[in-house]
């Protein structure tokens, strides 16, 4: 049994978009969304490079990252700390191209043009809760809430 649990591959699959960070050249960090976020296996996530110059190029310098994923409306997720490899050609980069291409390993099916492939190796998890949660709201209760807001900010828009 690898690092991801059950739990924590649901979250990742249904939600698809994460936040990365990693480490600038001169130490700052640097935070991308990533639509494409998904899992590979029971130790690894991976997403799709559609044009992120500034994430690959400090992965490609240092390969430490941290992901985080969450459900907006619960608002709880989870954190994935680990290291990155960038997958430009090659077996894997096929097995994954193609993964995105047809929907298989449970991976949402994407026919944007990636560049290349992330496979981030999870090393640390840990849980992210909203501090919403603190008064003794439920879950059921923070879905409602949220559930509501979001369904205000989308007839906003329209």
């Known amino acids: 049994m690898g690092i991801l ?6 979250v990742v699959r249904q939600q698809r978009m994460g936040f990365i960070a990693t480490v600038c050249p001169d130490g700052s960090p640097n ?26 190029e400090n992965l490609a310098h240092n390969p ?5 994923i969450i459900d907006n409306f619960i608002r709880k997720g989870y954190r994935f700390k680990g290291t990155a ?10 097995e994954i191209a193609e993964a995105y291409a047809t929907g298989s ?14 496979v ?18 439920t879950e059921p209760q923070m879905r409602e809430e949220w559930t509501g807001y979001w369904a205000g900010v989308q007839e906003a828009n329209s």
Not at 31 to 56: E, M, Q, R, Y
Not at 64 to 68: F, G, R, V, Y
Not at 85 to 94: A, N
Request: charged letters at 20%; hydrophobic letters at 35%.
């Open 5 to 10: 649990n059950e739990d924590m591959k649901r």
């Open 85 to 94: 490899e960038l997958v430009t050609s090659g077996k894997l980069f096929d």
């Open 105 to 118: 390993r449970g991976i949402q099916p994407s026919s944007l043009p990636a560049q290349g492939f992330v």
């Open 64 to 68: 430490a990252c941290e992901m985080n």
């Open 120 to 137: 981030m190796t999870v090393t640390k998890t840990a849980p992210l809760v909203s501090p919403g949660y603190t008064p003794g709201k």
């Open 31 to 56: 935070l991308s969304p990533k639509g494409t976020a998904t899992v590979w296996d029971d130790d690894h996530l991976v997403f799709a490079n559609l044009g992120s110059p500034v994430t690959i």
